[in-house]
């Protein structure tokens, strides 16, 4: 059984940073490219950033350019995003999803699982 579980979400003032981590079982992360999606309540999941099976290339949404960073451990089944100067925008449940190939982009259809979310919430 694949299974992603997401942590490190919670409550930041603007400015702010947080690192989310995506921890996998079942699989070999050197065998997927893992993106970050989120989801705010009543809009569309939207894509954040992705990461090759490697771990060699990464994309992000212009929205989280230049405060958010993509990493991977793939000896530790291991994904994280960290996250800087957050902004109440940046609010949302997010979540990690994977691909069974070498590099994808950021429509969720591009993705055959999910977990569950973790919640991130920006105030001031």
């Known amino acids: 059984q694949l299974y992603l579980v997401e942590s490190g979400g919670g409550l930041v003032h603007p400015g702010g940073s947080l690192r989310l981590s995506c921890a996998a079982s079942g699989l070999s992360l050197d065998e997927f490219a893992i993106g970050w999606f989120r989801q705010f309540p009543g809009k569309e999941r939207e894509g954040v950033s992705v990461i090759s099976d490697s771990g060699d290339r990464t994309n992000y949404a212009d929205s989280v350019k230049g405060r958010f960073t993509i990493s991977k451990d793939n000896a530790k089944n291991l994904v994280f995003l960290q996250m800087n100067n957050l902004k109440p925008e940046d609010t949302g449940v997010y979540s990690c999803?994977?691909?069974?190939?070498?590099?994808?982009?950021?429509?969720?259809?591009?993705?055959?699982?999910w977990g569950p979310g973790t919640q991130v919430v920006v105030y001031s």
């Open positions: 999803a994977g691909a069974r190939t070498t590099m994808v982009g950021l429509g969720t259809w591009e993705y055959d699982f």
